[in-house]
């Protein structure tokens, strides 16, 4: 029982690259997360998806994009990377009670 | 939509000192609430959360909070606290939208 994983750990992007923050979970969960935390800023919800097949802007979802996969999985893509989005990302399952290790994203 | 405020940022104790950090939330209707600690360099660990039924809840390490629903209020508490609860820590709150957090309160403990 793995919890909730994310790959990869650290990213380096240029200006403009494109690039996909995967997410899994194994707890059977129907309700995953994806939330950037910035210095002083707390954590701030991009997008989440309440079950398999849907998914819903959070409060910060410009410049990204998610896929529901299938249940377990929950991916979180950046179509042309600015340095706006440098930030931690973390993914997060059941109502935001289980947090993923974090990929930490620096754009050049 | 839901707001919470965290009006520590940064507090300094010495071990064994009692610890109680201030967590205020606005939102009308029922709400769930939770305090995270993520110690640094790592992810975001759940400590406690109230959903319903007695206001004090109690968490892992030692931590308990107090939903007091008259002053929007859910602090987070600990008697004594210890060097190894140096991290930081988030209070959450969900009312009609998923969870919104507060900016975080750095807690550091010298010996």
Redesign the interface.
Known sequence: NAGVTQTPKFQVLKTGQSMTLQCAQDMNHNSM?W?RQDP??????IY?SASEGTTDK??VPNGYNVSRLNKREFSLRLESAAPSQTSVY?C?SS????????TRLTVL | AQSVSQHNHHVILSEAASLELGCNYSYGGTV?L?W?VQYPG?????LL?YFSGDPLVKGIKGFEAEFIKSKFSFNLRKPSVQWSDTAEY?C?V?GNT???????TRLSVIA
Do not use: D, I, T, W
């Not at chain 1, 002083?40 to 919800?45: D, E, F, H, T, Y």
């Not at chain 1, 109502?95 to 974090?102: I, M, V």
């Not at chain 2, 998923?98 to 975080?104: A, D, I, S």
């Open positions: 997360y939330y002083g800023m707390g954590l701030r919800l989440y959070g409060e973390f997060a109502e935001s009670e289980y947090f993923g290790p974090g | 769930n939770f995270y790592q992810h975001l660990q759940l959360k988030f959450a969900r998923p969870l919104v957090f507060g900016k975080g």
